[in-house]
């Protein structure tokens, strides 16, 4: 059983900053990436932000400069530090693990339920 779980979401105003948090557990082999996503009511899922298993990092041009991706390998934890949140920003948002960290989502093998990131203008 493998469960993916994040946390940290929550309102904030524009501005502001949250850290979200994905602790994973069970039995998780051949995991080449990790990433976070992100999906806003009426919009496309899209990729925000992976990180690989060698500590190589992507992020979306939106984002550059504003969101840190980190992880802990100890304790199967994956980040996503946000700062400067702006409205538009609002959404669900999901961490996965798995092969690849697509621009879609597909790829990836083991999702979390999301946690709901709203900032208020």
């Known amino acids: 059983q493998v469960q993916l779980v994040e946390s940290g979401g929550g309102l904030v105003q524009a501005g502001g900053s949250l850290r979200l948090s994905c602790a994973a557990s069970?039995?998780?082999?051949?995991?080449?990436?990790m990433g976070w996503y992100r999906q806003a009511p009426g919009k496309e899922r899209e990729l925000v932000a992976a990180i690989t298993s060698g500590g190589s990092t992507y992020y979306s041009d939106s984002v550059k400069g504003r969101f840190t991706i980190s992880r802990d390998t100890a304790k199967n934890t994956l980040y996503l530090q946000m700062n400067s949140l702006k409205p538009e920003e609002k959404a669900m948002y999901y961490c996965?693990?798995?092969?690849?960290?697509?621009?879609?989502?597909?790829?990836?093998?083991?999702w979390g339920k999301g946690t709901l990131v709203t900032v208020s203008s």
């Open positions: 069970g039995s998780i082999f051949s995991i080449n990436a």
């Open positions: 996965a693990w798995g092969t690849e960290a697509t621009m879609s989502g597909y790829g990836m093998d083991y």
